[in-house]
């Protein structure tokens, strides 16, 4: 089976940083490829390449058969890109956003009618057709912007932080849209800065600086996550990270917003040395608990693995 | 260029329209404001100039010579004074523009034959109005010295002596001599530029800035498709604007249309193609609403106002400005309509314009669709 994406030797640089460096992966039809990585990291640099909307530097795509790079026109029609900034007309009802994108694309209008009544009805919008997508809720614009961008039965969806700031339902229903969609061996490319995002996805690949760290299924990728990872919210975190940083059991400890983010062997058993530590020294806190990874802990773990310096 | 994605975007720019309602309330109200504001504001006719008099002789033949100045259209004798002092204080403080000084012996010197000095104070701020004043003035005294003379040959046994020369002169275009028949098809023109330019200068922008323009791009639209779309619906509205202008310049103003409406109406839809295409020219390349529709106004309305003949003359002005005004479109369509309106002028004749004004249509076009990139950068 061919590859509905695929990247070699992807380059992209904007003045003063290599946003893009000498990328290559594959996506498959059917499969959800995750590019994973906090912000700067390339990753909508990435997808605006691959959906033919921006100029790589150097190295090649490939997108659903068609040479994205030489001909990006003739890929266009197979491709369904939503930007961050979904391309919803805020002036435009749901229908009129929803028939806009079928014209654009051509799609006709027997199939339209039926087609997207079933994504409205995924979506839970079907009550909405007739107000306008200005006036829609957060999720609700990111649910109708994923309807535009489905109504053309595209062969790859490519999908910008799709989820960022949406609600939990509209996640949900977003989800089943995606998953229900890889039956029409649809290939699905989105990134996301979300650990529990990316976990849904098939393959993921962690982006670093612009370049690909890892690309493994979310399963291996949180191995590199040895142990557990706990949260200490603080007052003084640069004290706390100090002061906990090197202690046993402890393999890493990494600043946050409000406190620090300790890697350690095991959670059980460090919780009340830690806690008897920090009240030893005097340190405040106001909670000290084992919280599920981020992307940043993974993050951290990743590269200090890359560097060879684990702690 | 494929039908239905050209349709897509015609459908989508009406309900975009449609829906903005304080756009839509400007398309209407900017037109009528501004045929208003030109077509009354503009006029280079000078009537009406005020006038002070101060007669220091005060006798039965002054006041016959002053009466001549109330009776002409030109002049509106304000106020009557009785000391200098007034007749200054009146030119500084701009209550007259003009005034006449009568001398003490007006009358005695006129029988004797000798000349007669009569004073006028002309405020020359305006040069203009201070020329007009003055050749007006001359005129009325003319016409005074005229009688004067022939009454003595009269009473001298001359009878009917007619000057020997004068100038028969009819006016054509323009038989009453009205600046309005002459300025407000130009204002028509005017409008039509800054209108036309400033309703495309949003499209492209508007899209750059609600971040629309970013899925757009990514889909199979062409950048002719996506012109053409976009001007589509501004082009029928810059004909109704076009309609309405035209409309008041003949039934409100009484400008006299004598030409061929086809003709009229070919070079109407050369001219707003020139200014949608310019503006939307101008909104791919600012990529901001505001910068954009800026660009635009300043791009058409001082070069449609000052280079194509509209206040000026283009062949009085000075040679290197002259060759400039080539390169401004307005300046064939401010020839074309007003020979349309006032002269009647049929299509040979104003071939050459025509055919400017289309190769402008076509450049800017092929330079509007080359600028737009599907790209972001």
């Known amino acids: ?311 | 260029m494929r039908w239905h994605r050209l349709a897509a975007i015609v459908r989508k720019e009406i309900l975009q329209i449609r829906r903005d309602l304080p756009s839509l309330l400007i398309t209407v109200a900017m037109p009528l404001l501004l045929m208003l504001g030109f077509g009354y504001g503009v006029s280079f006719d000078i009537r009406h100039i005020p006038v002070y008099v101060y007669d220091r002789e005060s006798s039965q033949q002054s006041q016959d010579f002053l009466k001549r100045f109330q009776a002409s259209e030109y002049f509106n004798v304000m106020k009557t004074v009785d000391n200098y002092q007034a007749v200054i204080q009146a030119l500084d403080a701009g209550a007259c523009r003009l005034a006449i000084v009568i001398p003490v012996n007006f009358s005695e010197q006129l029988k004797t034959g000798g000349p007669v000095s009569v004073q006028a104070l002309i405020d020359a701020t305006d040069n203009n109005t201070a020329n007009v004043s003055i050749s007006y003035s001359e005129a009325v005294v003319q016409t005074y010295n005229q009688q004067i003379q022939l009454e003595w040959l009269q009473r001298h046994g001359q009878a009917r002596l007619q000057p020997p020369l004068k100038v028969d002169a009819r006016t054509w275009f323009n038989e009453d001599l009205e600046s309005t028949a002459n300025i407000v098809p130009g204002v028509v023109a005017i409008i039509m530029a800054v209108i036309g330019s400033f309703l495309t200068s949003l499209t492209i922008a508007r899209e750059w800035e609600r971040g629309t323009m970013e899925q757009l791009v990514s889909t199979p639209v062409t950048p002719l498709e996506l012109m053409v779309g976009k001007l589509v619906p501004y082009f029928v509205i810059g004909l109704l604007d076009t309609a309405l202008c035209a409309g008041m310049a003949i039934w409100w103003f009484e400008v006299p249309f004598r030409g061929q409406w086809s003709v009229f109406f070919l070079s109407c839809t050369l001219f707003l193609i020139v200014v949608l295409s310019l503006g939307y020219f101008v909104s791919v390349v600012a990529k901001s609403q505001l910068a954009a529709s800026q660009a635009a106004l300043i791009a058409t309305f001082l070069p449609a106002f000052l280079l194509s003949g509209f206040i000026y003359p283009i062949d009085q002005m000075p040679a290197v400005i002259q060759v400039t005004t080539h390169l401004i479109p307005a300046r064939y369509f401010m020839t074309i309509i007003r020979d349309v309106f006032l002269k009647g002028t049929s299509l040979p004749l104003l071939l050459d314009d025509l055919l400017a004004l289309a190769l402008f249509a076509v450049l800017l076009t092929i330079l509007a669709t080359r600028a737009f990139q599907k790209k972001l950068s």
């Open chain 1, 1 to 311: 089976m061919s590859a509905a994406i695929s990247t070699s030797e992807l380059t992209k640089r904007f003045p003063g940083v290599l946003a893009v460096d000498r990328l290559h992966f594959e996506v498959h039809p059917g499969e959800i490829f995750g590019l994973v990585g906090p912000d700067g990291a390339g990753k909508t640099t990435t997808l605006r390449m691959v959906a033919g909307v921006l100029t790589p530097d150097s190295g090649s795509a490939t997108v659903a058969g068609c040479d994205i790079i030489h001909d990006p026109e003739a890929a266009k029609a197979h491709i369904s890109y939503m930007p961050q900034r979904f391309g919803l007309y805020e002036d435009l009802t749901v229908d009129e956003n929803i028939h806009f994108y079928a014209d654009v694309f051509g799609v006709p209008r027997t199939n339209r009618e039926q087609r997207s009544r079933q994504l409205l009805d995924a979506a839970g919008m079907d009550q909405f057709r007739t107000r306008l997508a200005g006036k829609l809720s957060g999720g609700m614009k990111h649910k109708l912007g994923l309807v535009c961008a489905l109504i053309h039965r595209p062969r790859v969806i490519l999908l910008d932080e799709p989820t960022n700031g949406v609600d939990p339902v509209s996640r949900r229903d977003f989800w089943r849209i995606l998953y229900s969609l890889l039956q029409e061996r649809i290939a699905i490319l989105m990134s996301t800065a979300y650990l529990d995002e990316a976990e849904r996805c098939h393959r993921v690949a962690l982006l670093h600086q612009g370049r690909i760290l890892f690309c493994e299924t979310p399963a291996e990728l949180k191995t590199h996550i040895r142990g557990a990872v706990l949260s200490v919210i603080s007052p003084e975190p640069r004290r706390v990270r100090a002061a906990l940083g090197g202690a046993e059991g402890v393999l890493n400890a990494l600043l946050v917003g409000d406190g620090v983010h300790l890697v350690v062997d095991d959670a059980a058993s460090r919780i009340p040395e830690l806690r008897t530590r920090m009240q030893a020294a005097a340190l405040p806190f106001d909670r000290l608990e084992e919280v599920a990874p981020t992307i940043e802990d993974l993050f951290v773990a990743a590269t200090s693995e890359t560097d060879g310096s684990r702690t």
